[in-house]
């Protein structure tokens, strides 16, 4: 419960300014700092509703209306450490601990399925632009992983281009959940449209007559004349496995679920968020936005709480869903003032540089996408995403060191899951994503003073690693120049004289003076390279005394103002 009034205690202090009498300060850190699980689920929620923005709806309101807040500041949802901690929207992976190549490439799923064939057609798909349907499994009396009656989405690719989307969608989904995010689970299959059966009560919505009518054997097929069959007849699909709970539609990038009184952190604030505009960058997820995510009213402990799924991963990679994507995809977005009146304006003589982004020709199979002229700074989604806007350097720079740790092995494993079977499309999108994440990386470690992973040994000896030059995307630092202070915890400020101290290695030995019979201690650390002036910004490591040792509580991470286009 303290997470859940400190969160909103640090929400208020982001939007007023008060100034208290140094006698009512509160301490800085409390015993179980830092906290890494959010007590999200702290009040029953059994009360939320359906919420189900229209694909119009969200555009306008997002390219017009310009919702939620726009203002520089801190993320509202980390931790003393600066970190996201684990909740009912992010669960830590590859972020805080190693994870093998193995884990990451399995994402999310269960025991895949061995086969479809025989299962039973439920219901048509009800909304997405991506043709398919919705079956259900039958139960499978040698494996209790499968009880049967489980729902499963049906997808297929557009006849144009095989293996497009469900190659997307299985590349997506491994590499959001390895970041931390909530994803379904998701499998290729073959469906072999002889052994289809239709459930006696599937139902389908009807446009013409704007209901609900009897799904029949013509429906699915329809469906399934807009995908190419395989040598074998077969067709190549993506099984979609539903999430457990009430579906409650689509959570937004703005504001707070009004009926959840466990969502009280502005989306907008949220690091999670914030941050994934460097995810969307990386991956060309232009379809970023919320009408692609998925809410669930889930239960443990007899208690309801919202449970939030990025969803809908058709669209990145080059692949527009049902074809393959334009040129202006992530360069621009689908509706901008600016480039329109400077053609206007100079009587056709301008044009837009994306159009001449020179794409090589690539497989069918994978759509269009490309490194080379590729800026991560200056990606952009479909259409504003408030979250997005409200980026800073220290969300980029939390986020792009989940980039850094997947490894070219990790990557090509990734896409090898997809099963592309086209020559030289597998390799296209490997090669790809390799020279997207060195540049991610590039851009967003080396906008802030890039030290983290603090420890202070018992001996008194400091050490931390430079992320930037761990990632090879700097050279060394020239000097690194700490301020160290002793800490009142209680009064919440430092106290006595502060001892500087410089090395030239990530490492130091702390002043005795300082250590000695402190309970807490801080550390600013400025960094001096030439090639990047703002790593002169310091970086507040505090340390608390735990018996012998020392345990980092606090990190505190100056940045430069936000700079949004």
């Known amino acids: 419960m303290r997470r859940l009034m400190g969160s909103l205690a640090i929400a208020a202090a982001a939007l007023t300014v008060t100034v208290l009498p140094a006698s009512t300060a509160s301490p800085k850190y409390f015993p179980d700092d830092p906290i890494w699980q959010d007590n ?25 209306a310009m919702p939620g807040e726009r203002r520089d500041v801190r993320a509202l949802n980390v931790n003393t450490l600066d970190e996201v901690p684990d909740s009912s929207w992010f669960q830590n992976r590859i972020g805080r601990a190693p994870m093998t190549i193995d884990r990451v490439v399995n994402g999310p799923d269960h025991d895949a399925p061995a086969s479809i064939d025989n299962w039973m057609v ?89 209901e609900k009518r009897k799904l029949t054997i013509r429906d699915v097929t329809r469906v399934l004349e807009k995908a190419q069959p395989q040598a074998n007849g077969k067709f190549r699909v993506l099984v979609s496995r539903f999430a457990s709970g009430t579906p409650l539609g689509n959570f937004r990038y703005y504001g707070t679920r009004p009926d959840d009184p466990n969502d009280i952190v ?110 991560p700074t200056k990606w952009k989604p479909e259409y504003p995403n408030t979250a997005f806007d409200n980026m800073r350097a220290d969300d980029a720079f939390w986020a792009a060191r989940l980039v ?27 090669n790809t994503l390799i020279k997207r994440r060195d540049k991610v990386v590039r851009a967003w470690l080396t906008g802030v003073n890039p030290l983290a992973d603090a420890r202070l040994s018992s001996a008194g000896m400091l050490e931390f690693e430079n992320v930037a030059v761990s990632a090879r995307v700097a050279a060394p630092a020239a000097r690194y120049t700490f301020r160290w202070s002793r800490f009142d915890n209680a009064a919440n400020q430092t106290i006595g004289d502060p001892v500087e101290t410089t090395a030239t290695e990530t490492r130091s030995a702390g002043p005795p003076a300082v250590l000695t019979g402190a309970d807490y201690v801080a550390v600013a650390v400025r960094t001096t390279h030439p090639g990047f002036p703002v790593w002169e910004m310091p970086v507040t490591f505090t340390f608390r005394r735990a018996g012998n040792g020392w345990q980092t509580v606090g990190v505190e991470r100056a940045v430069p103002p936000r700079n949004n286009r």
């Open 122 to 210: 439920s219901a048509g798909k009800s909304s997405g632009v991506q043709p398919g349907f919705r079956m259900t499994d039958p139960a499978d009396k040698s494996n209790p992983s499968f009880p049967g009656g489980q729902l499963y989405q049906i997808e297929i690719d557009p006849f144009s281009n095989p293996e497009m989307a469900t190659g997307a969608e299985i590349i997506g989904t491994a590499f959001y959940s390895a970041f931390g995010y909530h994803t379904v689970d998701v499998y290729l299959a073959e469906l072999d449209p002889a052994k289809l059966v239709i459930a006696p009560d599937a139902k389908i919505f009807d446009p013409l007559i704007g």
């Open 40 to 64: 999200d689920r702290a009040v029953d929620a059994a009360k939320v509703g359906r919420i189900e923005d229209a694909n119009g709806y969200d555009f306008v309101n997002n390219t017009f």
């Open 404 to 430: 850094a740790k997947f490894s070219d092995e990790a990557i090509r494993a990734i896409v090898a899951k997809a099963r592309y079977n086209e020559p030289g499309a597998a390799d296209h999108i490997v």
């Open 266 to 375: 502005p989306h907008e604030h949220r690091r999670e968020l914030r941050g994934a505009r460097v995810f969307g960058a990386w991956l060309n997820h232009d379809d970023s936005r919320g009408v692609n995510s998925l809410d669930f009213l889930e239960t443990d402990g007899g208690k309801h709480f919202v449970r939030h799924y990025m969803f809908d991963f058709g669209s990145i990679l080059g692949s527009g869903t049902v074809f393959a994507q334009r040129h202006r995809a992530g360069n621009e977005y689908i509706f901008e003032q600016k480039p329109g009146w400077l053609t206007l304006a100079t009587l056709g003589l301008y044009t837009r540089p994306w159009l001449h982004i020179d794409y090589p020709p690539q497989p069918t199979s994978i759509g269009r996408i490309e490194g080379d002229a590729f800026d």
